[in-house]
């Protein structure tokens, strides 16, 4: 009687270990699944969204921390600048660090320039088109809302994020031309709009100009945008942009202008610490009167 108390008592400590092992092995593979089912995805910084011939092309994506998986989020790209000739994704890694903690989807777009692959601006632009398309084709996988990309860049990078916007040709034959390539919202920063005679580029697109330029192309249903820009820019001058918002207005687009005093191309970035505060804040209540972003949460620009 006592060895079959015994052998029920074993039996029973042995049951509730096993127990407790695939309760501790169940709420383990739970979070394991949670992880991989929230962050999965963001864990792989780089996408390839373009192959042409031998060259990649990739695109990195910063995320939120925290994803609510029912939720779609506004979608932000980036083009760095360099004239089409040179250019690197870091140079707008702190802007799609900042707005990603805000509650942004955010790209930063690598694309075929001279120095590199030995293209023409108009590479570079078919690629910029590419970039949002392929955004576009898969925002159920990125949790974006379609209807929401802005997208942004700093000088070449701003024109053809504004390009983007604005021209209908340049557009790959192996893109799927049934997706809209156009975003949604511009920010610009001091951005090489004016592709006309005495204007950025001219020598290298020359005639061509009166389907390149973004000011020469403007048109009604123009996206909202942003431009902050120096006055004392010696590649983009001040009546250039003037010109730009005249003609944004004419076709009742809207178009807002922040100039800085004195300051120089290039004047926004993360190395001229106190400007690029500045024209993120900017930016960050641009993005809130789109409905884009709420006030919260507040984000510490370091």
């Known amino acids: 009687m006592l060895l079959h108390t015994i052998s029920i ?16 092995k169940y709420r383990l593979s739970l979070l394991i699944g949670l992880f991989f089912n929230v962050f999965c995805f963001f864990a792989q910084e780089q996408f390839l969204y373009k192959q042409i011939d031998k060259t990649k092309l990739f695109l990195e994506v910063y995320a939120p921390n925290k994803i609510d998986k029912v939720k779609k989020y506004p979608a932000m790209v980036f083009f760095f600048g360099g004239g089409w000739n040179k250019g690197t994704l ?16 955010c790209f930063l777009v690598d694309y075929r320039v001279k120095n590199r692959q030995n293209t023409t601006p108009f590479e570079s632009l078919k690629d910029a088109k590419s970039a949002i398309r392929y955004i ?3 925002a159920i996988k990125f949790q974006i809302d379609p209807t929401k990309i802005i997208a942004s860049g700093g000088s070449a990078g701003g024109h053809l994020a504004a390009a983007a916007a604005l021209i209908d040709g340049y557009n790959e034959t192996t893109d799927n031309l049934t997706t809209d390539a ?16 005495g204007g950025v580029g001219y020598s290298r697109v020359k005639d061509d100009y009166l389907n390149f330029s973004p000011l020469h192309n403007i048109q009604k249903g123009a996206p909202s945008t942003l431009i902050l820009t120096g006055t004392k820019d010696n590649l983009i001058p001040v009546e250039t942009i003037k010109k730009y918002q005249h003609k ?3 076709v009742e687009s809207r178009c807002e202008v922040k100039f800085y005093e004195g300051k120089n191309h290039g004047f926004f970035n993360y190395n001229k610490f106190q400007n690029y505060k500045s024209t993120l804040i900017e930016t960050d209540s641009f993005l809130q009167s789109l409905g884009y972003l709420n006030k919260l949460p ?3 620009i370091k």
């Not at 870091?90 to 989807?105: L, T």
């Not at 156009?182 to 005679?197: H, Q, T």
């Open 9 to 24: 008592t074993y039996s029973f400590r042995i049951a509730y270990f096993k127990q407790k092992i695939m309760n501790r």
């Open 136 to 138: 576009r084709e898969n």
């Open 298 to 300: 507040v984000v510490e």
């Open 248 to 250: 944004m207005e004419k």
């Open 90 to 105: 870091k140079q707008f890694e702190p802007h799609a660090k900042y707005f990603a903690q805000r509650g942004i989807v």
């Open 182 to 197: 156009k975003p949604n919202a511009l920010v610009l920063f001091n951005p090489a709009i004016d592709n006309g005679p």
